[in-house]
């Protein structure tokens, strides 16, 4: 992006630019727990906030984290943390609360090789589908991927405002390639931003009625403190916050749930295309990934292979209409990941074509190379 009058360009490292995005966003709120490759986020974020307004707290643990970031958006404040793989993992049951409480909360997870402690600086995409089922129950969730300096600013908002329009958890996906990876970013100018801020009650409190359905399905939020008061459970609960056992009340809060999201796929489900209108084999990609997978589909096409690259942005819900599109349309698909194959998965499941679908995965926390997927593209087009 080119600096018009007034912007500022800066060397920025991704973790950095997260840190921007979520500023901007009006995150006032962080807890979170040292972690390799995320640290950057809570150390800048600790001198920050408070010059912004906002709180930063170091939690004994990951668990204690995603609770405090809970409360804190119960509150009223915009909320996030950040973590990487094991961390991640502590915070499952909590994220399920926030699925059931419809507490919003930003949730940046930068991965790294796993299983278990894994390959601490090493970049992987293996949580990918954590990200989706890592709690229990059925739930709908909303998760993005970064793969630039400039993603991880305009996606952090992003995240932001869909957590506080649909009153759900948004998990940003990065790894240890994009979180170090220093690129030049301009700043765009505020009123270029969009904010997007959760909706408030307009009755008084008495007559409030917190989980009441909607033609959005997404009932309004109020702050704890402000006089509203009503109760908040990981139960599953009737419109007033109250535990149920009624069928009817069950069905009607789950099939809320999912509804909120699946009306707004239009504006969830966001995927970038390059050099797909003609192509006749493309590359299926994400993250840091997906920047080689450019490159290789720049290299085809210079010695004759009409290869597009459609890179997915948001992850879940499965971007399932433009995946379908690109299938429909070639005769063959490369699916790189650094992991055993996890959204080639879903590429598989949705292909109703005679597409040939080809993965490629590394597990070594080595890149992705733009040859290695070159490679694949010569052999499925020629």
């Known amino acids: 992006m080119s600096a018009r009058k007034g912007q500022k360009r800066v060397l920025l490292q991704g973790n950095e630019a997260i840190v921007e995005g979520a500023l901007a966003a009006g995150c006032r709120f962080f807890a979170g727990y040292p972690i390799t490759p995320a640290s950057e986020i809570a150390e800048l974020l600790s001198m920050r906030l408070p010059l912004a307004g906002g709180t930063f707290i170091q939690m004994e643990d990951e668990i204690a984290s995603i609770g405090a970031v809970i409360g804190a958006s119960l509150a009223g404040v915009k909320s996030m943390t950040a973590t990487s793989g094991p961390g991640f993992s502590l915070m499952q049951e909590n994220l399920g609360f926030a699925c059931m409480a419809e507490v919003p909360c930003v949730i940046v997870n930068v991965m790294r090789g796993g299983p278990s402690t894994g390959l601490p600086t090493n970049p992987s995409q293996g949580d990918v589908m954590q990200a ?4 229990h129950g059925d739930h709908p969730v909303i998760v993005l991927s970064v793969s630039t300096v400039q993603d991880c600013f305009e996606i952090t908002i992003l995240a932001f ?156 819900p499965f971007p399932r209409s433009s995946v379908e599109s690109v299938l429909k349309q070639c005769r063959g698909v490369v699916v790189p990941e650094m992991n055993v194959g996890q959204i080639s998965r879903e590429v598989k499941r949705v292909n109703r074509w005679e597409c040939k679908v080809e993965k490629y995965n590394r597990v070594d926390g080595r890149l992705i190379t733009p040859k290695q997927i070159r490679q694949l593209i010569f052999k499925l087009g020629t």
């Open 161 to 316: 405002n869909l957590s506080e329009k649909y009153r759900v958890p948004v998990i940003i996906l990065s790894d240890a390639v994009v979180a170090h990876t220093r690129e030049v970013f301009t700043f765009p100018h505020a009123r270029e931003i969009q904010i997007v801020d959760r909706a408030l009650p307009s009755m008084p409190p008495e007559w409030y009625i917190p989980y009441e359905d909607s033609p959005s399905g997404v009932p309004p939020m109020a702050p704890f403190g402000e006089g509203y008061r009503y109760h908040v459970t990981g139960l599953v609960h009737d419109v007033r916050g109250f535990p149920t056992q009624r069928p009817e009340e069950i069905k009607a809060l789950i099939n809320r749930l999912f509804r909120k999201i699946t009306q707004g796929f239009h504006e969830i489900q966001k995927v970038q295309r390059f050099m797909l209108d003609d192509a006749d084999v493309s590359v299926i990609a994400y993250g840091s990934v997906s920047r080689a997978a450019r490159q290789a589909v720049k290299e085809a096409r210079r010695e004759g292979v009409r290869a597009g690259l459609l890179q997915l942005i948001t992850l879940f």
């Open 132 to 135: 989706r089922w890592g709690t």
